[in-house]
């Protein structure tokens, strides 16, 4: 059809429409909402349990939109919709994600146009395609008709119907969803309300083409037929050429509430996925899929895996603990790494001007990797490459390695600034925070593999330490890390107060990369800070090193503060100038933030790493990506005297003067 006349009143029919569409779309705020008819299949507490529970259909970590190749997978809606959003028993209207920037205290505001972009064809696609989206909803949701009973909620699958672009103060990209099923009613619906109208009873929505670029849309909005493509100069035009009130946008309940047909209206998959059943193969359950969370099949709350031994449902107490299947010894040979009964070659890497050493000894190959930790401290790290004899000697890394797999239990996923650290650990001897704090355990209980590396890693700190200063303390503590495959530890350093500059560390089962590297403020001179309210970036004031960007220049400031005799305020204010003078400085294509890694190390089954230096923890950070399915990392420290408040301390015994390991079975 052509364009419909411009019609400046309303007509009786259309005041009927009018009417049930201010009822169909009438929000109640909040705290008001009746309650729902029923319960959602899943949800969840936080956003990283909801995310790990559903990844591979929902993993957006902070935005609404979810989508994989190409095509949208699921939205999560919450606060900060757009003003004529709407969702009600079977309908979406929701505007695309994105383009929003924080305004002051009041959330977020729109700050741009929004444009067709990844996610908006990837809509288009799962429209084409007929592929099904899931929604997940909010307690923040402000649309949803109900009281949602959790912080994330899922809805239901939904088939995306139309894409279109509206004005507002910006252009905004607004979806059309459409729930899957008809024929069911949505948990969400109120409880005793019968829908106002069902989907397709008031007939087809208006449609036309615009007579200036051809384009086909529905009319959305009962005030007239408009062009929705932001292209054209009809562009958001009503019939009259006029821009439409915003005030006067009352949906057309023939577009909103119209009735799609797909071939298939089935769900892909129910939101509560099958729990992962224990594998026959060795290594399987190391896998990263056995690391999804839980949906809980009892009560559909999402649970993440924090425990090693399986899966807690912190909601109803479910618990789904399948037997694993270690992964023997024989099978971490891996042959793109051969290791013999000689001496293993190496496949670490170092800047220049780092200074090597290598030495060989108990069928190891040392190497000692020495750099300037600070302008007044050299540090170093030891690299131990085991060989064969190593891993296969009694009591070693392979009968370590098969022992903790079965005896090693309690390791958890400790809490980290309202998410989950990606690796399971459990602490013994000494408490350790560590980047999270935990419990710890008395040597006692642990499996023998654990005291067996605190002799060993005190032995190869003796063995190795040569003119280092040597701490007075043996290890008094271990650290122990899972890594199942895909899990890795960031760039952070050990250096929690009160603990002796040696940290040493037995690698068990997969290869990983052990990286370190300066600290960005260390090495480029300039960190962001806070001060008197302000963000403001300074120089630091640590001496740099020779390797280090603009090093004379950041000499000259240095001595120029430290003899300037300046008020905090002008201190403040210079060294804000020197940050800015020291950027300047950089050559155009050199980044002031990336920091090359000084070293790299491969580490096998069996080797051994030894990190000396205070300053070495306080201005360098290492990172650690396994590569295989599965590793270990036992880490030793020194709790130092004094160091734990009274209440801190254990109480137990930190005892371990038995069986000092001396390394004779494998001297050569
Ligand atoms: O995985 C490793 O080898 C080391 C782990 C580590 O850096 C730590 O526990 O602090
Ligand atoms: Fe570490």
Request: hydrophobic share 35%; aromatic share 10%.
């Amino acid at each position: 059809m052509s364009l419909p006349a411009p019609q400046p009143a309303l007509d009786a029919a259309e005041h009927d429409l009018a009417a049930i569409s201010l009822a169909v779309t009438k929000k109640l705020p909040i705290g008001q909402k009746p309650e729902p008819r029923g319960q959602p299949e899943i949800w969840a507490e936080s956003r990283h349990h909801l995310c790990e529970s559903l990844s591979g259909l929902y993993a957006s970590w902070q935005g609404s939109y979810y989508g994989k190749s190409g095509v949208a997978k699921a939205f999560m809606l919450d606060g900060n919709g757009h003003a004529r959003d709407h969702l009600d028993e079977n309908v979406i209207v929701l505007r695309a994600s994105g383009s929003m920037a924080k305004d002051g205290d009041n959330g977020m505001k729109q700050r741009e146009d929004q444009e067709p972009n990844h996610q908006y064809h990837a809509m288009v696609n799962a429209i084409n395609q007929q592929s099904p989206v899931a929604v997940i909803c909010g307690d923040k949701n402000s649309q949803v008709p109900s009281k949602m009973p959790h912080k994330y909620n899922s809805l239901d699958w939904y088939k995306v119907t139309h894409v279109w672009t509206e004005r507002d103060r910006f252009n905004v990209i607004k979806y059309r969803l459409e729930k899957l099923e008809s024929a069911t009613t949505g948990w969400w619906v109120p409880r005793d309300s019968e829908p106002v109208v069902e989907l397709g009873a008031l007939g087809s929505p208006v449609k036309a083409h615009c007579g200036s670029c051809s384009s086909n849309y529905d009319q959305i909005y009962l005030c007239g037929w408009m062009c929705l493509n932001s292209k054209c100069e009809k562009f958001w035009c009503l019939p009259d050429g006029d821009t439409p009130d915003p005030a006067q946008l009352i949906y057309d309940l023939r577009f909103l509430k119209q009735k799609t047909s797909w071939v298939n209206e089935q769900a892909p998959i129910s939101f509560r996925f099958p729990l992962y059943t224990a594998s026959a193969i060795a290594g399987e359950d190391y896998k990263v899929e056995n690391l999804r969370g839980m949906t809980c099949p009892e009560c559909g709350k999402c649970n993440a895996r924090v425990k090693w031994e399986g899966w807690e449902c912190t909601g109803c107490g479910f618990e789904h603990m399948p037997r694993i299947n270690p992964l023997p010894a024989a099978s971490i040979q891996d042959q793109n790494y051969p290791v013999t009964d000689a001496y293993p070659s190496s496949y670490d890497s170092a800047l220049s001007h780092v200074k090597l050493s290598v030495e060989f000894s108990h069928n190891y190959r040392w190497i000692t990797y020495k750099f300037n930790v600070s302008a007044t401290e050299e540090g170093e790290v030891v690299h131990g490459i085991a060989n064969r004899v190593v891993r296969e000697e009694t009591g070693g890394p392979n009968e370590m390695w098969e022992d903790l797999q079965t005896n090693c239990h309690g390791l958890v996923r400790r809490e980290l600034s309202n998410a989950l650290m990606n690796s399971f650990t459990i602490n013994y001897g000494m408490p350790y925070k560590f980047i999270a704090a935990g419990e710890s355990l008395p040597f006692t209980d642990a499996p023998w593999p654990v005291t067996e590396a605190v002799s060993r890693l005190n032995w190869a700190d003796r063995m190795t330490s040569g003119t280092a200063v040597k701490d007075q303390e043996n290890f008094n503590e271990l650290y122990l890390v899972a890594y199942l495959q895909d899990q890795s530890m960031s760039y952070h350093d050990d250096g929690e107060k009160g603990l002796g500059s040696t940290v040493a560390t037995l690698s068990l089962g997969g290869r990983a990369e052990m990286n370190f590297r300066p600290k960005s403020p260390f090495y480029h001179g300039m960190k962001t800070i806070h001060y008197k309210k302000k963000r403001m970036t300074v120089m630091t004031k640590d001496d740099p090193l020779p390797e280090f960007p603009n090093y004379e220049m950041r000499k000259q400031f240095l001595t120029e503060i430290r003899n300037g005799n300046l008020s905090e305020d002008e201190e403040h204010e210079r060294l804000a100038e020197m940050a800015t003078a020291l950027r300047a400085a950089y050559p155009s294509k050199q980044s002031h933030t990336k920091v090359d890694d000084y070293i790299k190390l491969s580490l096998g089954h069996g080797d051994i790493v030894i990190m000396r230096g205070a300053h070495l923890q306080k201005y360098y950070e290492h990172g650690v990506t396994p590569k295989g399915l599965m590793r270990y990392a036992l880490t030793c420290r020194t709790v130092l005297p004094g160091h734990l408040k009274e209440s801190e301390l254990p109480n137990y015994e930190v005892d371990l003067t038995q069986n000092e390991y001396d390394g004779s079975r494998i001297a050569k």
